[in-house]
């Protein structure tokens, strides 16, 4: 509403007549407020840049299972937990979004997705991918 | 004599073993074949195409084969409680796949030379 009367500061006063001569106007400015949204939801969706040095205070919530060799997962199959380092960092951010967003589910790693920020993510991936 | 015959069974047998699990891996890169998974993860299975996919080559056998089962339980429309992988492309190339096809390409693939560790 603040939007509107920005563009238009007499609108409220006016009748529907003079909104209908001021429709280009409001057109214009419904694109221009599209636009900006756009360009805001943009910016969201940039990757987050990964460090991974600053992961080396954040795994230990994955060596407890990802750097002891031979650990298992035990359901609904027995099996390794994968092996995660030399893994390309993009591909470790698909699966650990996968977990937070239920598109992959474990009980374990759902729940560390979940806590993990975008941030964590970043750097985790490039420190597990960097690890060989 | 007998102790001869005992230890040609023994030999019988290890060489049975041992080419039964040589088939399997044949099998298996039958499988990556014929479904043409190389199309995305590399003809080497640790060069895909995109970075967003995974290196498969050398991963666990055991890990691997879980996931594509994953993917089946996703695509049949299992819980999320029963350890699922929603993945439209995997799902549809997984739900093609028997249990024997699952478990030769894994193996295959575990084989296979990568850069993947179990480090920390």
Same mark, same amino acid.
């Given at each position: 509403m603040k939007l509107f009367k920005f563009m238009s500061p007499n609108l409220k006063r006016s009748g529907s007549a003079s909104i209908a001569r001021r429709l280009p106007q409001v057109f214009a400015g419904l694109a221009m407020a599209a636009s900006c949204a756009f360009a805001s939801s943009g910016l969201a969706a940039e990757p987050a840049v990964g460090n991974a040095e600053a992961a080396k205070a954040k795994?230990?919530?994955?060596?407890?299972?990802?750097? +002891?060799? #031979?650990?298992? /997962?035990?359901?609904?199959? !027995?099996?390794?937990?994968?092996? +995660?380092? #030399?893994?390309? /960092?993009?591909?470790?951010? !698909?699966?650990?979004?996968?977990?937070?967003? #239920?598109?992959?589910?474990?009980?374990?790693?759902?729940?560390i997705a979940k806590s993990l920020s975008d941030q964590d993510i970043a750097d985790l991936s490039a420190y597990y991918a960097k690890l060989k | 004599m007998k102790h001869l015959k005992l230890a040609l069974c023994g030999f019988v047998v290890m060489i049975g073993s041992g080419l039964a699990q040589a088939a399997d891996l044949k099998a298996g890169k039958a499988s990556w074949e014929k479904l043409n998974c190389a199309s995305c993860h590399g003809a080497d299975a640790k060069s895909p195409i995109m970075p967003a996919y995974p290196i498969l080559a050398g991963q666990h056998a055991d890990f691997l084969a879980h996931a594509l089962k994953a993917y089946q339980r996703g695509a049949a429309g299992a819980p999320a409680s029963a350890n699922v992988r929603k993945n439209a492309v995997m799902g549809a190339f997984a739900v093609q796949m028997s249990k024997q096809d699952v478990e030769n390409v894994a193996a295959w693939l575990?084989?296979?030379?990568?850069?993947?560790?179990v480090r920390r």
């Open positions: 795994v230990s919530m994955c060596i407890g299972c990802h750097g +002891i060799p #031979g650990y298992r /997962a035990s359901f609904p199959e !027995v099996y390794s937990v994968p092996k +995660i380092a #030399g893994q390309n /960092a993009a591909y470790l951010q !698909v699966a650990l979004r996968a977990y937070a967003s #239920g598109e992959r589910t474990h009980l374990t790693m759902d729940a | 575990a084989s296979q030379p990568g850069p993947l560790a």
